[in-house]
């Protein structure tokens, strides 16, 4: 009997070790794991990624965005008359420190540096970015109608007048 009660003594003891030291094998794992980052407003604009466009009688407008890497999107727009592209534009949307900021570079235009334009409201069909120090535009506005379809608007304040531009694309 006191054999028996060695031996069970001797179990007890070695499990709880055993799970003591399991559970402390578990918990070094877990907090040396590097801290995975996440990007939830790159999420919510994830349906911009592909090719949109649209043909009217004064020219073909083109935006293409791809995902570089989990907090930025790479995107060009172009806007082609007959053979002649009259205007583009590249554009960084990234998510840093909580923000997701909207740069556009135009060539020719504020000596080739980006103008940022910062998301002021989202969901998941709509983001609206704003710069109000920018005279036109201050605010860009992409509405996702459909899957396959998109309204982008820029507005502000064009020679001292409110002005709006509105461009329907569909997914080509």
């Known amino acids: 009997m006191n054999r028996t009660l060695t031996l069970l003594s001797t179990a007890i003891v070695c499990g709880a070790v055993l799970s003591c030291n399991s559970k402390k094998e578990t918990e070094s794992i877990a907090t040396n794991a590097p801290d995975v980052k996440t990007y939830p407003l790159m999420k ?5 990624i592909g090719s949109w ?25 172009y806007f082609v008359i007959g053979k002649d592209t009259v ?9 840093s420190n909580g923000k997701l900021v909207y740069n556009v570079t135009v060539p020719g235009q504020n000596n080739g540096q980006a103008t940022p334009f910062e998301l002021t409201t989202s969901s998941y069909s709509q983001m609206i970015f704003e710069n109000l120090k920018h005279d036109f535009p201050s605010k860009i506005t992409y509405n996702k109608i459909t899957n396959d379809s998109l309204v ?5 304040m064009q020679k ?7 461009f329907e694309m569909k997914r080509q």
């Open 87 to 95: 205007f583009s534009e590249s554009i960084q949307l990234e998510e």
């Open 160 to 166: 001292g007048k409110p002005a709006t531009e509105t």
């Open 44 to 48: 919510k604009a994830a349906w911009l």
């Open 53 to 77: 466009g649209n043909t009217t009688p004064e020219g073909i407008l083109t935006e293409k965005w791809n995902k570089e890497n989990d907090s930025v999107y790479h995107g060009e727009s």
């Open 152 to 156: 982008a608007e820029i507005s502000g």
